[in-house]
């Protein structure tokens, strides 16, 4: 499958938070929730979808590292990583990002306002 | 809340639901704990963001899944096998749901006129059911409303009706009370009292208690404590509990009320409760202790209402045997002292019931004209289906010949039908919303001081779903049957322009007969309650009830002791006399049509019928009050301003006492004596005889009357004050009030209308009836307008070749034409007769709002006939002259 394209912000976040280790879908959320201070919240719904996207696209697959599981409930979880090719897409998208900051803050009416 | 999750996973396709729903419904339930969904407000916040979230997701991911569908169908990528997976009923569902909506859009015309005929008859049905749950089924917060009953007594020898409000003695309530299949037994009194310790004085509609009503009712005092057993009790400390409204409007919800001393009519009182929010007991807003001793009250005193929760295992029918046993042991022990024991009946009925008796009958014949028009809509509908189905009889057929099993067709058939239904229940439920905005335009004071509201609630929401899904099923079963009972291999083969089978034809038809001979009944049942209506506005009432003012004064008789009330009246009359405009003015007890009291009275040299004296109306009454109503004087003299306590007492009485109780002899000087028989009374002379005019009600004629001056009695403290003007009654208000102030600044003047607007009131139930039945008859009759069109199109269209070969020839176009417009005719007259039918004999059930009319009355009939057929001809005549002017070469080119 082609890759996917173009990774919306929610997207974006998801595949950040999955750059630092494998996680469960609710440590997603809430690591996400927490890094936006609630400007984004992932509903079980938005957040699932992205996760079938990525799979499907091949950016993050379940893994069987299942991570610190102290009870019996934690090792039910799934826990999702990031794939090789999953890295890589971030990084070109965090770089064309960076791009496109590089190019506002060379803006003086922008430059206030992303300082 | 992991069920609603549950159930909403199911909207997602098959693959992603085996794949996320756990993990999914896991999230779910730890959001779940999050403070910001605690409490109510958080669990609504929380099932909305539920429901956006995957709601918005699942359509997402359902549109993506047909945009890959439809581009591997169009062979855009390398053909690919489908992914084995099972096809669940929701996928099922979905399928079906896009190819009905897909008709629908295909067919907008066909879609809107279904969904409004649906919506305005299930709007219909869903405003009266509104009004009816508000008003009859459930109209007061009590718990378990059904299991509060109130005590209705029946005295044969006075009266046959069997009465509620006001008509037990305080010893009769401690017989009750024996009753072992009630739980708790109260019992209270209803009355005015003038409240101050403000700065105005107040008019406050009380409950006066005379035991304790709170375990009966089921409720308590939001703030404080009800009264204790010492407090109801006979003399008791002087305490009150007011309702929440009182004290939000006159205390400012004052959180230290409680103990705080308020005077009612001029006694202190200190309030011990506020009641929660909403109605508590008809409409009241305070309540004291009766403060009476029930054992010195004589049995005959009958001023109090009883109500009564059933004790848990007792059965209504339980209770009415024990309490006519009661009634049996009272008869023995007190019928030598009180004849009317005689056969009297105790009767408990729940309370909404008894408290709403009169407005039943015109509720339920409204329930069933909206029905009925919901029938008509459902039939017309069915029609339009029908035609529909068989012009898709091709299509269905393939599909059956492909192999698709019959009940997956008549399941699409359904879900088309069942989805337009609930179209049409949100167009309905919208104007049940706005109809019960305005519907207090249409409500009486009644109502209105009862304090009842009819809303859109949860009852009415599952009503109109219910009816929205019983439509669905009965305007889809027909064509659903119809279109798939056709054997595939004769529809395929069969010319689409035959059209329809035979038996689909009588089907079509009978459908327009059921259509029409229900809007007969709607129509016949219009024009008798219309005619009922005008009969009541036309009756001779005896008076003029026009440019009259009224309304009550009660003067407290702390301040006011005997004759001084009577004084004041006079006073008052005489200052709103001089004011400007004003004809007459009079004080009385009670004015038409609403006058009900009664009294006994005994003639002198009467032949005694064992104890049971006869009763008459009587009014207590300023010498002015039959030149105020213009009621003319037949015999003797008028009552006048010198008939004062100290002079020879003196009554005038209606032609109609006359007649029936001194036939044959000159009534002017006979005396007789007013009460009850223990009573020791005076000897009243007759001086004066009035013509009789309607006082108990416009529809019931006129009954034996006495009228007494004020000023010879000193009972009377509550009179209405009537004031007749040249201008605008309204108009006559701020003075009226101005003058009652300047003679005392502490009374107020409440019950104020014009004498018009309480004629209104009083034909209230016949006047809604006949306006909204009219209006059910007009949305019938359109319907079956639009029936009869529709097939008569469709049944014209199906035999162009037909009239194309008989105007080939050689028929004329009239000919043509008349065999379309018989047809019409043969179906309105068999729908006219079965509707008249109906009406003639099930017509016992209008009986009760039926006036000076019967329910064969042969001019509504014609009337109603002459309609009908006009209609049915107008609707028809397109059709007719679309058939006559076919064109032979062109119908017969097809053959």
């Not at chain 2, 053909?79 to 907008?108: G, H, I, N, S």
């Not at chain 2, 064509?479 to 322009?497: C, G, N, V």
């Not at chain 2, 009830?545 to 009550?552: A, D, E, Q």
Request: proline fraction near 6%; charged fraction near 20%; glycine fraction near 10%.
């Amino acid at each position: 499958m082609a890759r996917v394209k173009p990774l919306s912000l929610p997207v974006l976040h998801i595949m950040l938070v999955l750059a630092d280790g494998a996680r469960h879908g609710y440590a997603i959320k809430q690591a996400v929730e927490q890094r936006t201070d609630g400007a984004i919240r992932l509903g079980p719904g938005t957040l699932y979808e992205a996760i079938q996207r990525l799979e499907e696209g091949g950016l993050i697959e379940e893994t069987v590292a299942r991570a610190e599981s102290a009870n019996g409930q934690e090792a039910q979880r799934r826990y999702y990583r990031l794939t090789d090719r999953g890295l890589t897409t971030l990084a070109k998208e965090l770089r064309a990002i960076g791009q496109l900051v590089d190019v506002a803050r060379a803006n003086p009416r922008l430059r206030k306002g992303l300082a | 809340m992991t069920w609603l999750a549950r159930a909403l996973l199911r909207l997602y396709p098959a693959a992603f639901r085996d794949r996320y729903a756990s993990e999914m419904v896991e999230l779910v339930a730890s959001e779940r704990d999050a403070p910001r969904h605690q409490g109510f407000a958080g669990t609504v916040r929380f099932v909305g963001y539920l429901l956006g979230d995957i709601v918005a997701t699942a359509l997402r991911l359902r549109c993506r899944q047909v945009a890959r569908a439809l581009t591997r169908a169009g062979g855009g990528s390398a053909p690919q096998l489908p992914q084995p997976r099972k096809r669940t009923e929701m996928d099922t569902l979905f399928q079906d749901l896009r190819y009905a909506l897909r008709q629908f859009v295909r067919r907008p015309g066909f879609t809107a006129i279904a969904v409004l005929s649906l919506g305005l008859a299930i709007g219909g049905n869903s405003l009266i059911y509104g009004m009816l749950d508000g008003f009859v089924f459930h109209p007061f917060p009590y718990p378990q409303p059904d299991r509060l009953v109130a005590i209705g007594v029946a005295f044969p020898k006075l009266s046959s009706e069997t009465t509620y409000g006001e008509a037990l003695s305080p010893a009769e309530y401690l017989d009750i009370r024996t009753n072992r299949s009630f739980a708790h037994v109260g019992s209270f009194d209803l009355g005015n009292r003038n409240i101050s310790g403000g700065d105005v004085p107040e008019r406050v509609f009380t409950a006066l208690l005379l035991d304790d009503l709170f375990p009966v009712i089921g409720m308590a005092p939001a703030l404080g404590r009800g009264f204790t057993p010492e407090e109801l009790g006979p003399n008791g400390p002087p305490v009150a509990i007011i309702s929440h409204r009182l004290w939000q409007t006159r205390f400012g919800r004052d959180p230290a009320i409680l103990n705080r001393a308020i005077r009612i009519s001029g006694r202190a009182a200190s309030i011990v409760g506020v009641m929660p929010p909403g109605l508590v007991l008809i409409g009241t807003d305070l309540w004291i202790p009766w403060g009476g001793d029930p054992l010195t009250v004589p049995r005959n005193v009958r001023q109090f209402n009883v109500l009564a929760r059933l004790a848990v295992e007792a059965s209504l029918a339980q209770a009415n045997a024990e309490l006519g046993a009661i009634a049996r042991r009272v008869e023995q022990s007190e019928k030598p002292k009180f004849a009317e024991y005689e056969n009297w009946q105790l009767t408990a009925t729940p309370w909404a019931a008894a408290l709403l008796k009169d407005v039943r009958p015109a509720a339920f014949i409204l329930l069933g004209a909206v029905g009925l028009v919901l029938l008509i809509a459902c039939a017309n509908l069915a029609n339009l289906f029908l035609a529909r189905s068989s012009t898709r009889q091709r299509e269905l057929a393939v599909r059956l010949a492909l192999g698709a099993a019959r009940w997956r067709v008549m399941r699409l058939v359904l879900t088309e039908s069942v989805l337009l239904a609930i179209g049409g229940a949100a167009v309905g439920l919208a104007i049940a919303w706005f109809g019960l905005k305005s519907a207090g335009v249409l409500i009486p004071g009644q109502f209105q001081m009862l304090g009842l509201e009819a809303g859109v609630n949860l009852r009415v929401l599952w009503w109109s779903l219910s009816l929205a899904l019983v439509c669905g099923l009965l305007v889809g079963v027909l064509p659903a049957l119809q279109a798939t009972r056709t054997d595939p291999h004769e529809s395929l083969k069969a010319d689409a322009r035959t059209g329809g089978s035979r038996g689909g034809r009588h089907l079509r038809h009978a459908l327009v007969v059921a259509e029409l001979a229900l809007s007969v009944v709607l129509l016949l049942g219009a024009g008798l309650l219309m005619r009922s209506f005008l009969n009541i506005q036309r009756v001779d009432r005896g008076f003029d009830p026009r440019g009259v003012l009224t309304m009550r004064l009660t003067l407290p008789r702390e301040r006011y002791p005997g004759d001084a009330a009577g004084a004041f009246f006079d006073r008052l009359s005489e200052r709103l006399a001089a004011l400007p405009g004003v004809r007459a003015v009079s004080a009385a007890s009670q004015f038409p049509p609403s006058g009900s009291l009664g009294t006994q009275f005994k003639l002198e040299r009467a032949q005694a019928d064992g104890q049971t004296l006869p009763t008459a109306l009587i009014t207590v009454a300023t010498p002015s009050y039959f030149e105020t109503l213009r009621v003319p004087l037949r015999a003797g003299r008028i009552l006048s301003a010198t008939d004062r306590l100290d002079t020879t007492p003196v009554a005038m009485i209606n032609q109609a006492f006359a007649t029936r109780y001194l036939a044959g002899t000159d009534p002017i000087g006979k005396r007789l004596s007013l009460g009850s028989p223990d009573q020791a009374r005076p000897w009243t002379t007759i001086v004066g005889v009035v013509a009789d005019y309607r006082n108990n009600g416009v529809t019931q004629p006129a009954r034996p009357e006495i009228y007494i001056p004020v000023r010879q009695q000193t009972a009377w403290n509550q009179l209405f004050m009537l004031i007749r003007t040249d201008g605008s009654p309204g108009g006559l208000l701020p003075s009226a009030r101005q003058t009652v102030s300047s003679l005392d600044p502490e009374q107020p003047v409440y019950l104020i209308q014009t004498l018009e607007e309480a004629l209104a009131t009083s034909s209230f139930q016949q006047r809604i009836s006949a306006l909204l039945v009219s209006i059910f008859a007009g949305v019938a009759l359109v319907l079956a307008a639009i029936g009869i069109y529709g097939v008569m199109s469709y049944a014209v269209s199906a035999r162009t070749q037909e009239m194309g070969v008989r105007l080939a020839i050689g028929a004329q176009r009239r000919d043509v034409i008349w065999l379309v417009l018989g047809q019409v005719l043969r179906l309105s007259a068999i729908g006219l007769t079965i509707g008249i039918g109906v009406v003639v004999v099930a017509g016992r059930a209008l009986e009760g709002l039926l006036f000076g009319v019967r329910p064969a009355d042969p001019a509504t009939i014609a009337t109603v006939t002459f309609v009908l057929g006009a209609v049915a001809l107008v609707a028809a005549w397109a059709p007719a002259s679309r058939a006559s002017k076919v064109d032979p070469i062109q119908a017969l080119r097809y053959e």
